[in-house]
């Protein structure tokens, strides 16, 4: 199937611990993004990378660093995990070209634990 | 700075009704705005697109409209179902250098059989 797919969909763990996130999508996209959806539901971007360019929300902080092995993919690296780092993460997908064609594309979303 | 609020934050009608959820925007610069649903613990559907020069987008028993010098949009549900359930997501697209969405708070709707 084409879509976004991440790994894992749960993912709980201790605080102090460093996690990583995998997305990858197969829709021959070239922007990739991480955002997070907090406790009230908010969706809020946390990075946007295409292979030229990484721009950071710079509310993020910098515990959060995104990874591009090849276009297809962007995996979130968390270091030091927080109580405040639980949340559901999202990665999206969009074309790069032709912005007001582009429709963002979702995963299922990681929900994020840290005890 | 981008701010998108989505009003009723939530909603309940019973089946057959038509509704109307309203999503709005403080910068009008955008490139589009989507609509997306959200069902609890998922990830998020995209509904419809609309581009910044249309006025509004049609997919089957939705509607999409768009004014952007106003900076609203709405979304129109035709005879629902109690399968609408769920929460409703706008999210515009700035025309900064990012490509990312900004998204409204969302309405979470109720149809009752």
């Known amino acids: 199937d084409t879509a976004v797919s991440q790994t894992p969909k749960y993912l709980v763990t201790q605080m102090g611990n460093d996690k990583s996130i995998k997305c990858e999508q197969n829709?021959?996209?070239?922007?990739m993004y991480w955002y997070k959806q907090d406790s009230k539901k908010f969706l809020k971007i946390m990075f946007s990378y295409n292979n030229k360019e990484l721009i950071i929300n710079e509310t993020v902080p910098n515990r959060f660093s995104p990874k591009s092995p090849d276009k297809a993919h962007l995996n979130l690296h968390i270091n030091s995990l927080e109580l405040g780092d639980s949340a559901v993460y999202f990665c999206?997908?969009?074309?790069?070209?032709?912005?007001?064609?582009?429709?963002?594309?979702f995963g299922p979303g990681t929900r994020l634990t840290v005890l | 700075k981008q701010e998108v609020t989505q009003i009723p934050a939530a909603l309940s009608v019973p089946e057959g009704e038509n509704l109307v959820l309203n999503c709005s925007f403080t910068?009008?610069?955008?490139?589009?705005l989507q609509w997306f649903r959200q069902d609890p613990g998922k990830g998020l559907t995209s509904l419809l697109l609309?581009?910044?020069?249309?006025r509004e987008q049609t997919s089957g028993r939705l509607n999409a409209s768009l004014d952007k010098s106003s900076g609203r949009s709405t979304l129109y549900i035709a005879a629902s179902q109690p399968g609408d359930s769920a929460t409703y997501l706008c999210?515009?697209?700035?025309?900064?250098?990012?490509?990312?969405?900004?998204f409204g708070t969302g309405t979470r709707l109720t149809v009752i059989p």
């Open positions: 999210a515009v697209r700035g025309l900064g250098g990012a490509n990312n969405l900004f």
């Open positions: 910068d009008s610069a955008i490139y589009n």
């Open positions: 829709l021959g996209h070239d922007t």
């Open positions: 609309i581009q910044s020069s249309q």
């Open positions: 999206a997908s969009s074309p790069l070209d032709r912005p007001s064609y582009n429709e963002q594309f």
